[in-house]
């Protein structure tokens, strides 16, 4: 019962953790873009402003929350908890603190690849759920969008599982280590990572993937009615998502907290996980720079150019990754 | 932590947590029934006269793709029937009628 009783204490305190990240992702997102943009970004609440996503969340929770006539409010309400819900639930297969999340089991990869599929259906229902065209209209956006991205991203994590030999993420973070016929599977994987990263990209909706909301075309499209604690939810989740799909990729391809611990005796128990937190972060950092900056010095493409991109080149990139494994492992 | 006892807590705990954080949100005052709500166009509320038939292909598509994942990655370690299982499904949504197609309008 004590044992019970403890763990669900660490979920309490994880979940306020990873709501504490999402907001720190969230502010070195805006800073980032905005010092690439020559804008200042966030600076008012707090040291450089990184109090500023916290304020922008109370604040919208204590807004009015409006809907048009007709919408299906308590779904509504529903998804954007469950969105949320899902994003924390993967954030506890994330390696952080040690080589195993708060969940580990053996196919723990399977699971996560499959909410990460059910975790996009949130933003394809929800706008359906109000009667606006706009809404509507970002929905197939985003629809055709998580067709075109889900299958190379698929085969790219595959890519990893099958060179790791392993359907846990705790076995899966030492692929980096792997060296086979004299070439490290790291260099090997590398275009499985150019792929992985693009379709984190479309999935975070970011630009230059951020046909699903497009300001200038349709109003923000999947979230132009979305208002209150629901848009409140809604960014938070987005945020959350920026920084789970980063730790994804982390502990996919760059090894995840593996890095130099240095310990003194006596003092392992908090030091270690300190060190494979510091890596983990690390490497989860640049990763978001990669996409911010990404971001930054991009312009918004066409659906049928995203489709192509997706479909042709980036699948195609994906597949050829199988085939070079193939052949390596065969050697 | 395998046991039921944790997985009912990793469940139900954030779930709740984030609930409660939502209920004390602000909720609506009123109800516009203008849309958009973000332009402030002045129009009536009202749906896109069409079925979304793509749906689902969408439904579909994500149920095919956490099946497929499923007979990839655990063929060689689980039961025989939990595959013919998967197969039998991936079967059977092939087969459902498809119902909705090309979009005819719901009035």
């Known amino acids: ?331 | 932590m395998v046991s039921v006892v944790g997985a009912i807590l990793v469940v139900i705990v954030p779930l709740l947590l984030l609930a409660i954080v939502y209920a004390m949100g602000r909720v609506a005052k009123r109800k516009t029934g203008r849309e958009p709500f973000a332009s402030g166009h002045k129009f009536p509320s009202t749906y896109i006269p069409y079925k979304p038939w793509w749906l689902y292909y969408i439904a579909f598509f994500i149920l095919w793709d956490i099946v497929v994942i499923f007979i990839l990655f655990m063929a060689a370690e689980v039961s025989i029937y939990v595959i013919a299982s998967l197969v039998i499904l991936i079967v059977t949504m092939l087969a459902y009628p498809l119902r909705g197609l090309g979009g005819e309008k719901t009035k």
């Open chain 1, 1 to 331: 019962m004590m044992e019970e009783l403890i763990f669900g204490l660490e979920i309490v305190v994880w979940t306020f953790f990873v709501i504490f990240v999402a907001f720190l992702a969230e502010w070195f997102y805006r800073k980032v873009l905005a010092h690439m943009q020559h804008r200042v970004g966030p600076k008012l609440a707090g040291n450089l402003g990184i109090l500023q996503p916290i304020a922008d969340f109370i604040k919208l929770m204590r807004k009015h929350q409006i809907s048009p006539e007709g919408t299906d409010e308590i779904l509504v309400d529903f998804t954007a908890i469950f969105g949320l819900w899902i994003m924390v639930i993967l954030t506890m297969f994330l390696p952080i603190f040690g080589t195993e999340g708060i969940i580990s089991f053996h196919g723990d990869v399977v699971f996560v690849i499959a909410l990460l599929a059910v975790a996009s259906l949130v933003y394809i229902i929800t706008p359906y759920l109000f009667p606006s065209p706009y809404p509507t209209i970002g929905a197939g956006r985003r629809a055709e969008l998580y067709l075109s991205y889900e299958i190379p991203m698929f085969l790219a994590l595959a890519s990893v599982v099958f060179v790791a030999g392993s359907l846990r993420i705790s076995d899966i973070i030492y692929v980096v280590t792997v060296v086979k016929n004299g070439v490290p599977a790291a260099i090997l994987l590398t275009p499985a990572l150019i792929v992985a990263l693009i379709s984190s990209m479309a999935r975070l909706k970011k630009i230059p993937f951020d046909i699903p909301e497009a300001e200038t075309e349709i109003a923000g499209g999947w979230e132009a009615e979305l208002s209150g604690r629901r848009l409140a939810y809604f960014n938070l989740l987005t945020d959350m998502k920026l920084f789970t799909l980063s730790g994804l990729i982390v502990t996919f391809f760059l090894g995840g907290p593996l890095g130099p611990v240095f310990t003194v005796s006596g003092l392992e128990w908090l030091l270690a996980p300190f060190w494979h937190a510091f890596w983990f972060f690390l490497k989860t950092i640049i990763v978001m720079y990669i996409i911010i900056a990404i971001s930054a010095a991009s312009a918004r493409f066409r659906i049928d150019q995203v489709l192509r991109i997706f479909w042709s080149k980036l699948l195609s990139l994906s597949i050829i990754q199988l085939i070079i494994l193939l052949i390596w492992w065969g050697l």
